[in-house]
């Protein structure tokens, strides 16, 4: 099941969540206003002042033609992101700006657009691995031009001070530029936020929590695949007294993993998320644990899936080689490969076990399977290595069942 280009299975989308997740750190509104100005030059004196200081917005100048519309900007700027052109994108953004183009609208109607463009793109199969690499890295210089834009300190320094929110990803979780966009989002909404970034152990995580005292944290997963570190981390938050508001791909497009969870609340994208804080969290429940939420997993077959993942991966490895000669020839790239997209596989099986919703892993096969086709690699791959794993975990009834509900949708499969 694979080719020359990496096909790493990820749920639907993965990186179009550009404007529906919750997502490197920027100071707080204040502490750029303190940047604005350049000291003077060495050997110099500072000019006497002469009346008040002039307000935050004077600082932007005002705008000397209209700023071009959302589509158009995103159009212009498509072609440098694509084309790895920094500077490019770097002037776009600030033209912008500068032309009076809000800077929420450039961070979530053009950037995060402009990043779930890359997302389907790389799906699809007409942009390399290395290409949506390299135009996220553009996007991410964007992002951080735009929150060191004077016209962002002027936006943000308009609202209330609203108070303190951490914004993190789960434990394991790499797709940061959702939960960025979120904090850039809520600094102009008035919070002073502690952006953490990807990938927060969920210890580190509590224990900063514990020191800052926030009135939130926003957690953000992409990949289904953390909604068992989402759930940790969400109880762990709750048991230190702090709301958590989840979003992201992981939770699902109605939110039904945040619910599952037992997230104080759910956004769909960075609007809804700063609409909903601004509403106010309540204080968490009576603090419970995961098993508390998810009482299907006093069968086992979460765990038993889990920790067997290299023993099914090999099965069905050898079953793939031993009937289909055209495996049996793959380089050394595409075997490795094709082991990696059975054991993601194998990952999003058990992460179904764990919520209980079939419905993940019906999704996540679908996703695979265009995937793949996009790629060349025969449908029939993925069929045969679902009922190979089927029959490797026929004592487990809700295993079986998955796996005959994916197979079910097949179109070489039957179940």
């Known amino acids: 099941m694979s080719t020359d280009t990496p096909t790493t299975p990820a749920p639907p989308h993965p990186r179009a969540t550009g404007t529906t997740a919750l997502s490197e750190g920027a100071p707080a509104p204040a502490a750029r206003a303190a940047t604005l100005a350049s000291p003077p030059a060495a050997g110099t004196a500072a000019p006497a002042a002469s009346g008040p200081a002039p307000s935050l917005p004077a600082l932007v100048p005002p705008p000397s033609s209209p700023p071009p519309s959302v589509s158009v900007l995103a159009g212009r700027l498509w072609e440098a992101v694509i084309g790895g052109d ?79 929110i951490a914004v993190a990803c789960v434990d394991g979780e790499w797709h940061a530029f959702p939960a960025r966009l979120l904090a850039e989002v809520l600094m102009l909404r008035g919070w002073r936020v502690d952006y953490l970034g990807a990938q927060c152990p969920t210890p580190h995580l509590i224990a900063h929590l514990h020191r800052t005292a926030p009135d939130a944290l926003a957690l953000s997963a992409s990949l289904s695949t953390r909604l068992p570190a989402a759930h940790a981390a969400v109880t762990a938050a709750q048991a230190a007294g702090v709301p958590v ?40 429940a009576t603090p419970h644990q995961p098993v508390d939420d998810l009482p299907h997993l006093a069968d086992q077959e979460y765990t038993l899936v889990s920790r067997s993942s290299r023993e099914l991966v090999g099965a069905v490895m050898a079953a793939l080689e031993r009937e289909h000669p055209a495996v049996r020839s793959y380089t050394p790239l595409q075997r490795a490969h094709t082991l990696d997209d059975l054991a993601h596989i194998v990952e999003h099986l058990a992460v179904t076990l764990y919520t209980g919703d079939p419905e993940l892993f019906t999704a996540f096969t679908g996703w695979t399977r265009e995937i793949l086709l996009a790629r060349g690699v025969p449908d029939a791959l993925l069929a045969f290595s679902l009922t190979v794993l089927r029959e490797q975990l026929r004592d487990l009834p809700r295993s079986v069942a998955v796996l005959t509900a994916a197979l079910s949708t097949s179109a070489g499969g039957a179940a």
């Open 86 to 164: 920094q500077v490019r994108a770097a002037a776009l953004a600030t033209g912008a700006l500068e032309a009076g183009l809000e800077p929420e609208a450039l961070l979530l109607d053009v950037i995060g657009g402009l990043q779930a463009r890359v997302g389907r793109e790389w799906a699809a199969d007409r942009i390399t691995v290395i290409q949506e690499h390299a135009a996220t890295a553009v996007n991410d210089r964007v992002v951080a031009l735009v929150a060191g834009h004077p016209a962002f300190a002027a936006a943000a320094a308009r609202q209330p001070d609203r108070g303190r």
């Open 245 to 284: 508001i989840a979003g992201g791909a992981a939770f699902g497009p109605d939110g039904r993993h945040a619910r599952l969870l037992g997230a104080d609340a759910w956004a769909p994208d960075a609007r809804a998320a700063a609409e909903r804080l601004a509403r106010g969290l309540p204080l968490p």
